[in-house]
């Protein structure tokens, strides 16, 4: 079946919109017609080459989706045509060790790797094949992935909000309550207020935190920040210090959003003793990291999570149902929507700032 999608063919160049061959669900499968999908930071860093999974050239971006199954293959139980999904960034086998002990992220199926590379051939141009990233790839009217990635909704709930549970909000809210567990009461300190950052600072509210710090070094993001429920927000320029004067002696938890380098190590130093720092933010691989060691040494603790650490099937219902209830904002992360057509002025958008999250919508 023929569909549109944009295909990056050059690293740090403009995406295609070409016409592209997508092949029906194998066993196991489901075909997903996609209604929304978000512009996410990680997109931009497999157009500029630096993503870890992104694979080989020409590929699909886009991941963070939502639509409605249009076909499923042999064996599919779970979902069926017709229905609305959210599709997960992983499908976690639920069999090997990591998932039999909930920890559904980690998942060690020798087949969740060539997933994440791309899956098995499912989109051709010109006959020869189109890598998909994550293997979703949603910058396209379709998409064909595991049943285990595609969670499903509820009749009714708006496919551009519903997007953003996939990845921004799953890392963000997920990085509070799976991988922090911040308590009721706690001081919280987000740095980076993106798409994912507001979420985290959403997470804060949902986990009763009382103190929520909001830093950047963008004003209008700290606007934002402040408008889904930061108690405090400071323009970034000597972050301890800074963190110190509204919390004597730092805060409980401390969450780096940027990825960007030396940002975290800040962000630890602002965290009380005893405190945990939480690193959202994907960092350049091999980058490494400067900590002066007498404050690990005060049983501070530093953590990295994946996604938010989230089981797809566990936390994406659970956040729609917060939505639904009206304690998670989704619409207004939504900047803008825009057509597939304009995916590279929805990419200079997220790459300039000026936008929480862009929406391709179709």
Known sequence: MRMRAAVLTEFHAPMELREVEIAD??????????????????????????????????????????????????????????????????????????????????????????????????????????????????FAEYAVVPEAMCVKLAAGLPFDAMSLLACGVVTGVGAVLNVARVPPGATVLVVGCGGVGLNVVQGAVLAGATTIVAADVAEGKLKLAERFGATHSLLVTDLPRQVDELVRGGVDHAFDATGAPGVLAKAFA????????????????????????GLLFASRRLMGTQGGDAAPHRDLPMLAEQYVRGRLDLNGLITERLPLDRIDEAVAHVRAGTVARTVITF
């Open 25 to 138: 669900p194998g066993p196991g499968e489901v075909r997903v017609r996609v209604k929304a999908s978000g512009v996410c930071g990680s997109d931009l860093k497999a157009i500029d080459g630096k993503s870890p999974v992104a694979g080989r050239l020409p590929f699909i971006l886009g991941h963070e989706s939502a639509g409605v199954v249009e076909r499923t293959g042999t064996g599919v139980t779970s979902v069926k045509e017709g229905d609305p999904v959210i599709i997960a960034m992983n499908g976690p086998c639920a069999r090997c060790r990591p998932c039999q002990a909930g920890h559904f992220h980690l998942c060690a199926s020798p087949g969740r790797l060539p997933i994440i590379m791309g899956g098995l051939p499912r989109v051709t141009l010109d006959g020869s094949e189109v890598r998909r990233f994550i293997g979703i790839g949603s």
């Open 270 to 293: 602002a965290t009380r003793p005893g405190g945990t720092t939480v690193m959202v933010g994907s960092p350049p691989q091999g980058h490494p990291m400067e900590l002066d060691t």
